[in-house]
């Protein structure tokens, strides 16, 4: 079964930058599409960004385009999430997931597994 760990969160300032890990195992990361998604208290989960395994073609939603980066490292079995430029509204708990397709969903229901998630606070 695959496992995904996020790591990464933390507690910074508006404006500042965090990047996002997500290792993966039981799994070869390079064939399976992977996506961040977060969820602000109060609020349903939704996505930030998507890469794809067949070209690597990313996603990203409208709120973080420019801002954000997805990014992999096969050979690590890693997906990062860099974040720059973060504002207060940034604020959530962020999760990767896998998806064993070759092109990338933007609905969380389409994801076959999650990590736990890590924390990220954008506060002054």
């Known amino acids: 079964q695959a496992q995904l760990a996020e790591s990464g969160g933390g507690l910074v300032q508006p404006g500042d930058s965090l990047r996002l890990a997500c290792a993966g195992s039981?799994?070869?990361?390079?064939?399976?599409?992977i996506g961040w998604f977060r969820q602000a208290p109060g609020k349903e989960r939704e996505v930030v960004a998507c890469?794809?395994?067949?070209?690597?073609?990313?996603y990203y939603a409208d709120s973080v385009k420019g801002r954000f980066t997805i990014s992999r490292d096969n050979g690590k079995n890693m997906v990062y999430l860099q974040m720059n430029s973060l504002k207060p509204e940034d604020t959530a708990v962020y999760y990767c997931?896998?998806?064993?397709?070759?092109?990338?969903?933007?609905?969380?229901?389409?994801?076959?597994?999650w990590g736990q998630g890590t924390q990220v606070t954008v506060s002054s």
């Open positions: 997931a896998v998806r064993a397709a070759k092109f990338y969903s933007s609905t969380s229901g389409s994801y076959d597994d």
């Open positions: 039981g799994f070869t990361l390079k064939y399976n599409t």
């Open positions: 890469i794809s395994s067949s070209d690597s073609t990313t």
